[in-house]
């Protein structure tokens, strides 16, 4: 079996957790990872700048099957409404190491990698003057700091801020753990925040990625599955389940 990439700032696999995608069906979960919502809060200016815990979910099954299709009349849980509904499980992605493909934005005292094909659309790169901006300013400390924090925010890990002169990735330490995203600004949820460096597999083998920080789709509708790609905004995926201030319904 090919050996698994790790993406650099990753921790170590933490093999207590591991996540199997069922290639037809749900996101199975082993080892009782924490499970909690997440809304996405804006700041004074209406960008995204963090995260209120919502409702924990129960993960007492070794496996919990997760949604995967989003039709689960159960969310997060699996139903088995996959298999009466019309969706497309193919899993689309192409497992390429998502650094190898990043475009790569040189500041002064620090580089922002993009990979815009994993972007979950949480929208924490747009404050302050979008991040892309902010990267090129990064000899002054208050821009700097923007720049780390806006990339380490990032739910999918498409941004990731890179210290030149220490020479490796800055990432935020994560415990290994499950989001359900909810996007309030925008009336829909999100995708599966999957953190901390869980491993991700399929039921034929594939090894994705290790990273610290991904996102799977639970919308049904990515292109690029496992992995979300935005769709959920555009197709206005409500998960229905409840939350802090009614949640999104």
Excluded at 138 to 144: G, V
Excluded at 233 to 238: C, K
Aim: a negative charge; glycine letters at 8%; proline letters at 7%.
């Amino acid at each position: 079996m090919k050996e698994r990439e790790i993406e650099p700032g990753t921790p170590e696999i933490n093999k207590q957790y591991s996540i199997v995608v069922d290639r037809k069906g749900p996101y199975l979960v082993y080892g009782h990872p924490l499970l909690k919502q997440q809304f996405i809060v804006q700041n004074v200016e209406g960008s995204s700048w963090s995260y209120r815990d919502g409702v924990e979910y129960d993960m007492n099954d070794n496996p919990t099957a997760l949604c995967r299709c989003g039709t689960s009349a159960n969310k997060p849980y699996c139903d088995g409404a996959h298999l009466n509904t019309n969706w497309d499980p193919t899993l689309t992605a192409d497992n390429i190491p998502l650094l190898k493909d990043a475009d790569v934005v040189d500041g002064p005292t620090l580089e922002l990698t993009d990979n815009e094909k994993y972007c979950a659309f949480a929208r924490f790169c747009d404050a302050y003057g979008k991040v892309w901006n902010l990267v090129e300013e990064s000899d002054d400390p208050e821009a700097r700091e923007l720049t780390i924090r806006e990339a380490n925010y990032c739910p999918a890990g498409r941004l990731k801020a890179w210290d030149k002169d220490k020479g490796e990735f800055i990432e935020n330490k994560l415990e290994p753990s499950l989001v359900l995203l909810e996007d309030p600004q925008e009336r829909c949820s999100g995708p599966l925040f999957v953190r901390g460096g869980i491993p991700i597999d399929d039921t034929e083998g594939v090894r994705y990625e290790l990273r610290n920080r991904v996102t799977l789709c639970r919308c049904g509708a990515s292109s690029n599955k496992p992995f979300c790609d935005g769709t959920h905004v555009s197709i206005r995926f409500r998960d229905g389940l409840p939350g802090p201030h009614g949640g999104v319904k």
